[in-house]
């Protein structure tokens, strides 16, 4: 906030070399043996009470402790009255006290030897008060000097699933499942919608990190640092504003190729830019020039929520892409058309088959069917060697290079997805599948969970929303194969 | 299939009047008081199983009768040999024999004097045989003869929620609740993915029928029928291709402004063309044109399942939007800006509140809250007094004509729903509400669902959608306001 240009620009060119010791700091933080809340509570109408339940329920396995001078326990846990009266090391500090007092527990932090803090506290760069800017900028000075990173302040915390570590104000984080991708955001509110859609979606989520008012971990250090995480296969970013879009955009080129960034970014908007500025302090900025330099950087760009999180499981699930020649085999033709249109106006080729594999599907459905693709099996709903006979076609066609799977199913058809299971699951990974298998509510659910978790598709909940995952895919393979500082379109 | 455009524009000048007879008889097909099953069965592996479950299980309260020369009884009910055997006068017969046998069916179905036919059968004009468009032909012949209207053939057949009347073999479409949605679709598939997805967010629905090739029922008919059904509040279409357009311009124009009608085309691709040929016989066409023609007549248009959906529950359950300034409430900042976003680009405009809303606004919401709009409602989560005190000022601020609501909830703020739901149905109805309220599955749907059914607002996936749908609300009004034939931009 109150920047010039020409300070922004000074702050990309220091900013070529981030904090190697800060970096280093973050895996501690995220995988930390002990970690302090300060501020924890028994009160319900305190964070320090929700953060201590994320903890406790998200089954830490670590050390838990609670740091409040007026308590003896808290949810079972013996509180100690700061954190210099624990003897061992402590790890990570989770802060939930008043912002006026987070300076001297910073002091003390910094004294302890803490790796690493999460700062929920809100009342700093945010507000309309300039004091919250220079309170924060001395807590910056403080953790700089000590190569201690910092999520938010201002944040809901963060959570790293693979460590079943809930270091947030929601417990309910817990719930998702454990797996590639790994969310980086400006917006609570946003982090916990993409969550409780990646709970119905059953996304497989590593960790979710609310960046907040970002003291001294932005989008550039995490990028760097879950480049290099081994439990992070696709990094997710939502993005209102950055005051040093060049560091994002070099963090990503140098780790280019590495594993694929996607990002949403909001703020085009007049009326939004107020809303950015005011809730983590900063101006949301142009929208396209945002988007030409995130480009640039290799980075995937989509334009709403559910693109995001359908988008992030494609590249974090699906084998690469390798070119745009793509299958619809649908249980229906309406859907399949519905996925026909987003797939020719995304860049995608809805292939003819080789003369083998147009041969076998003629061979296995009625005249009466559509066989060229897109292929509506409907006729074959009865017939599972039939189902799985065409996809093994499509699957081993040299002119295919992904497919795309439209199936609704109710009473009358609900044997089909136990007969293509099999060979779905057999030839998994060998090109990419995302699907829109739908039914009613909580009836075939298990059986397509199933063959997500073995990695032998991605289910979406639309034959528009499948069809435009496959079209990300593809633009990032092209983004890649491209190479840097090229611009291009973007996806949606 | 197959005609010329100049016979395109002969039927446009010979349909301009319809069936009146045929219509009437609508009336009586989609509210039987007794429903024969012709092709009824016992055998799960037939769809006349499935047609009788969907009858019995959907609590149909009128007379059943299954028609099956072979069996005693089925499912318990004992079976007729032939609908001749049948004393009482039969309202609708639901076929689902071989096509070859259908031609004897429908002079049975005439000598008895029925009034409706759901022609599930497929086998017709969809087929690379010319014998199948000559049997549809014959049997187009018959039926219009006799004014009998008949839905399909090749069709999952129909469903009247108000009747409990399931005439489909999808048992499961008997989950949707009942409302004032009816769908008219081109396809099966697409019908059965907007009902699950219906039954997930429980749009209220009233009928939904599958045209399937459109013997003497198109979307014409169905729509001119619709208009005079007092259980319809809302028209939604699923379109791939029409013979005659004209036929369907002229009979939403005719009933222009009574109930919206909002329309979902796919087949702009030239692949999907191909499907579409095949599955129901007739060429998708032109995308643009349809659309310009379909705007023309009043028509909102949509470009996905999904929006189809939200846009078909907002025109259904809100009141009428009469401007285009809208309110974003939002417990967190992010949601927000996604919102403002869409809102600007799809011409609502983000307003700026009267001074005396302003300053109710400041006085509930602290200064480090974004308090213009969008409003930023998080610092007052824990104060149900507050948020409702800002709802009603935007409430009865009349620089604001709707309201989107956006609130990510998790067990930190699960009270704030209960403290706004008080005064949601207090003043529901008097303003547009549409929501994207969000929580981790199965915790609060409860509540949220509450004031749905109570008509207090609409709850919609993503800040984006909810966007989206309001200004398709927004749509809709403009091109009522606008009167007949005059061109103007889509909804998306």
Redesign the interface.
């Known amino acids: 906030m109150g920047k010039t240009a020409k300070e922004t620009e000074d702050n990309a060119i220091q900013d070529k070399t981030m904090d190697a010791l800060l970096l280093e700091n973050l895996k501690s933080l995220f995988n930390p043996t002990t970690v302090a809340v300060i501020g924890a509570s028994e009160k319900p109408?305190k964070?320090g009470f929700?953060v201590m339940?994320s903890l406790k329920l998200g089954n830490f396995r670590g050390m838990i402790l609670p740091v409040n001078p007026g308590a003896e326990r808290i949810m079972g846990i013996r509180a100690l009255p700061s954190i210099s009266d624990y003897r061992d090391p402590i790890d990570l500090a989770v802060i939930v006290l008043p912002s006026k007092s987070v300076p001297k527990i910073f002091e003390e932090c910094i004294r302890k030897g803490i790796k690493g803090i999460v700062l929920i506290t809100?009342?700093f760069k945010?507000?309309?008060?300039p004091k919250?800017a220079e309170l924060q900028d001395s807590l910056a000075k403080l953790a700089n000097e000590a190569h201690i990173p910092v999520i938010g302040p201002n944040t809901f915390g963060m959570i790293n699933l693979h460590q079943s570590l809930n270091a947030s104000?929601?417990?309910?984080?817990s719930?998702l499942q454990e797996g590639g991708i790994s969310l980086v955001?400006?917006?609570?509110?946003?982090?916990?919608?993409l969550?409780?859609?990646g709970?119905?979606q059953q996304a497989g989520m590593s960790k979710i990190i609310g960046l907040g008012n970002r003291l001294n971990v932005d989008f550039a250090e995490m990028v760097t640092f879950l480049m290099d995480d081994a439990e992070t296969r696709v990094i997710s970013l939502?993005i209102?504003g950055l005051e040093n879009p060049g560091k994002l955009i070099q963090a990503a080129n140098k780790k280019r190729g590495i594993k694929p960034i996607v990002a949403y970014k909001?703020?085009?908007?007049?009326?939004?830019d107020?809303?950015?500025l005011?809730?983590?302090g900063s101006m949301?900025g142009n929208q396209s020039i945002y988007e030409g330099a995130l480009r640039q950087a290799g980075i995937t760009c989509v334009h709403?929520?559910?693109s995001l999180l359908d988008t992030s499981r494609a590249l974090a699930m699906c084998p690469p892409l390798k070119g745009n020649r793509i299958a619809?085999l649908?249980?229906?033709?309406?859907?399949?058309?519905?996925a026909?249109?987003v797939?020719?106006?995304e860049g995608l080729e809805?292939t003819s088959f080789s003369s083998g594999t147009q041969k076998a599907i003629n061979d296995l459905l009625p005249?009466?069917?559509?066989r060229?693709?897109?292929v509506?099996m409907?006729p074959a709903w009865?017939d599972s060697v039939a189902i799985a006979g065409i996809m093994r076609a499509v699957m081993e066609d040299p002119r295919v290079d992904g497919i795309i799977l439209?199936m609704?199913f109710?009473?009358?058809n609900k044997e089909a997805v136990a007969g293509m299971s099999a060979f779905l699951i057999e030839s998994r990974q060998k090109k990419p599948v995302v699907a829109?298998l739908?039914?009613?509510?909580g009836?075939w659910d298990d059986q397509v969970l199933g063959l997500e978790k073995k990695g032998a598709l991605i289910n979406v909940?639309?034959?528009?929303r499948a069809a435009r995952s496959m079209a990300n895919l593809w633009e990032y393979k092209t983004m890649i194969d491209r190479g840097p500082y090229e611009s291009n379109t973007c996806a949606h």
């Open positions: 109408d964070l929700h339940k809100a009342g945010e507000i309309d008060d919250g104000f929601t417990p309910e984080f719930m955001s400006q917006s609570g509110g946003m982090s916990h919608l969550a409780f859609m709970m119905r939502y209102e909001t703020g085009q908007a007049t009326s939004g107020r809303a950015s005011s809730h983590t949301a709403n929520a559910e619809i649908s249980g229906q033709a309406g859907p399949g058309m519905a026909c249109d797939c020719e106006s809805v005249p009466l069917a559509l060229t693709n897109p509506d409907g009865y439209l609704m109710a009473s009358a829109c739908s039914a009613p509510p009836i909940p639309t034959p528009e």
